[in-house]
């Protein structure tokens, strides 16, 4: 194993649905495959069948069922305690041993809501139906709705917004999730953000600097539009702020300012900012179907099942040449 | 109507007999060759291809992914000499890379203890 590399993580914030960690020590094919795993590969719960008995409300049919399949399902893991993986427990109808369907590949959700059940008063106009009036029977299923309790707070209804129904109006479904990946259908996608950005190189020229009047110090200062440089106090030479990691965007600004203020064209660069080539702060955050680290663990065991898969095929390859 | 299955864009077809890597060598440029991914995209062909050129061994590897509708991959792989072929080469990377995702599975798993460990004494402080 000549090329192997043994990149490291670290935890940057871990919340229920959104987790940042940063990547090191490995390339940015490695960070991009993960990014596209998490986007991708990780399998999730959504409502793919819907049987409507009876809908009197003003959206139709197919604009329910499409509403209502974007819908995000928690399955809570218990092994892990938390909202996690569902191909623990499920497989995808079609990988089933069964012949038209079992309690293994579907998920039977059913909704029934009238106005007349919902309606609090006499001067109520409409209800909604919401991602709570869906039931299942599953323990370990449920819809998912709020992220937090502060949101629970916030929010006037009590669940994702289905469908409103006046006066006289009701609705009966029934709805069956099945386990799917998002490369068949973005509503089995996981995460609402999944990205990776570089941390900045930035490298000061301290001999070439020190040259520079006062003034043309203070213009690079002001003209880099993410505030990473400032001026000590003690010596007045160019530092850098504390926290030019989390800003630096990479404009061109300071490039074009320092060309300006070099004597020969050929002069060494007084600051270079540059992206790193090994080090990534990935985010993800939830749509909050799985707790946002189990997002990224299952990506991880789904990048490895693969290679593994891909590894076998190969070695069966070379032996049949 | 006759829009494909979605399906078909990451399940092989089994009807066809379709294998998940095909390989045909190179008839003009020895050492060399092209491999076939089906049902496979930039995810796992830039990772590999990557890793393979991290290999001195490795005169030259690239891929290409023919349309967004087809659903393969083609790598063309050449080795610098005849002591290695590009079956191997290509073995070995894919081995590489099981390793090292095994070590960010172990290492993801790690740091969020560490982390954990770390909030809960920031919180009993």
Known sequence: ?321 | MNAPERTAAFTLDEDNDERKITYAPSPQIPNAGTFTFNKEDHTMGNLIRHQLLRNPNVHFCGYMHPHPLIHRIDMKIQTRDGTTNPGDVLLEAIDDLTTECGKLQENFDGALELFQEEQDKGRNM
């Open chain 1, 1 to 321: 194993m000549p090329n192997n590399r043994f990149p490291k993580l670290q935890i940057l914030s871990n919340e229920t649905h959104t987790l940042q960690f940063l990547l090191y020590d490995t390339d940015v094919s490695v960070a991009n495959t993960l990014r596209r795993m998490l986007i991708a590969d990780v399998p999730t719960l959504s409502i793919d069948l819907v049987s409507v008995h009876e809908n009197t409300t003003c959206l139709l049919d197919e604009y329910l069922s499409h509403r209502l399949g974007l819908m995000p399902i928690r399955y809570y893991d218990t092994t892990v305690e938390k909202f996690g993986d569902a191909s623990k427990e499920f497989c995808e109808p079609k990988d089933c041993n069964c012949e038209d369907g079992c309690d293994k590949c579907w998920v039977t959700f059913s909704l029934g809501v009238q106005f007349s059940d919902k309606a609090t008063d006499i001067t109520c106009k409409t209800v909604s139906v919401t991602s709570d009036d869906l039931k299942t029977d599953h323990p370990n299923v449920s819809m998912a709705s709020f992220l937090n309790e502060e949101e629970e707070e916030i929010m006037q209804e009590d669940g994702i917004a289905l469908v409103k129904l006046a006066k006289g109006q009701h609705l009966y479904l029934e709805a069956k999730a099945r386990l799917g990946c998002s490369k068949e259908h973005a509503k089995w996608c996981p995460v609402a953000v999944a990205t990776y950005r570089f941390i900045p190189e930035v490298y000061l020229n301290d001999t070439a600097l020190t040259q520079l009047t006062q003034k043309q110090r203070e213009q690079l200062v002001e003209c880099c539009p993410d505030q990473i440089l400032k001026i000590d106090d003690v010596t007045g030479q160019i530092i850098l702020e504390p926290d030019f990691e989390d800003r630096a965007t990479f404009t061109e600004d300071l490039h074009y300012l320092q060309e300006s203020m070099k004597k020969k064209p050929e002069d060494e660069d007084l600051i270079t900012v540059k992206q790193s080539e090994s080090k990534f702060v990935f985010t993800v955050e939830s749509t909050g179907c799985m707790h946002a680290q189990e997002i990224v663990r299952s990506a991880l065991r789904r990048m490895e099942e693969k290679l593994i898969m891909l590894k076998g095929e190969c070695a069966g390859l070379s032996e049949g040449v």
